[in-house]
């Protein structure tokens, strides 16, 4: 499978035979804009990485929540590959915004399993990592069609969701937030994890802790991929950056996920924005 990372939580599988995006966020406008502006889909930069990354089987979207980092461009990229988005109501009110046509939507609840090609995936509940000054809705949803330019407040959270993803006898997960749910990964194994990190720098000790228990110690993967990492508010076209320090310490994620996976002889790889593995 190869697995190409764009940056915060969005992953492209792609079997060679059928391509599925995991989130759909290209455009990274910038935090002035976050606080003060609107913005639309930068097209010129979704365009681009259509392009470069040959995304020409694109088959699904699958949202994880419909903050603007994780959903933004799913309207536009699904209409430009034709690809049915699947997500929360409030996912589905983005994408009705960006004119997607009704029969190219889905809206799935926890535990429903969709197969697509050779995949098949299951949508499991899950939480967001804890509220911030940047997101500080968790749990409002978009009621109506969200018509871009919009404000970037007006992404509600709209409920949060993991994906188990299994194809040709491996199995991934995707968490994309720095939470969880006890016990809810019991009796799941993957081969693969990718895990949101955003918020490991300034977890205590338990919480650390426990969360790790309830992620790594649950599935026991052959990798972990930290995911959310970046900055989002910085251009896929700019040098990567690590969150701005007074949301996030980078460096101290890193080396906090680092020996979580040393103690557990478990690899740890980090995809940059733009780039793919064979997994």
Known sequence: MKVTFFGTTTLLFDDGKDQILFDAHFTRPSLAKYISGSEPTDTKIADKMI??????????????????????????????????????????????????????LKEFKAEDVFTVGDY???????????PTILNNDLGQTIDKPLVQPAKLRDYKEGG???????????????????????????????????LGVAGLAKADEETEKKFCAETVGKVHP????????DNFFSSLDEPVKGMPKPVEKTPVVFFKLAKICEEREISMVTLMPRTFMEL
Not at 222 to 229: R, T
């Open 51 to 104: 392009r470069l990354h040959k995304i020409e089987r694109l088959r699904a979207i699958f949202v994880s929540h419909s903050h603007h980092d994780h959903v933004m461009d799913a309207p536009y990229v699904a209409n430009r590959c034709g690809a049915m988005i699947y997500g929360s109501s409030s996912a589905l009110n983005v994408a009705r915004g960006g004119n997607v046509p009704e029969e190219k």
């Open 222 to 229: 052959q990798i972990v991929i930290p995911l959310h990492w």
């Open 120 to 130: 098949t995936i299951k949508v499991l509940k899950s939480l967001h990592s804890k």
């Open 160 to 194: 949060s969701y993991d994906f188990y993803v299994e194809h040709s006898g491996k199995r991934y997960l995707i968490r994309p937030s720095f939470n969880y749910i006890e016990g809810q990964l019991d009796g799941y194994t993957a081969d693969v994890l990718f």
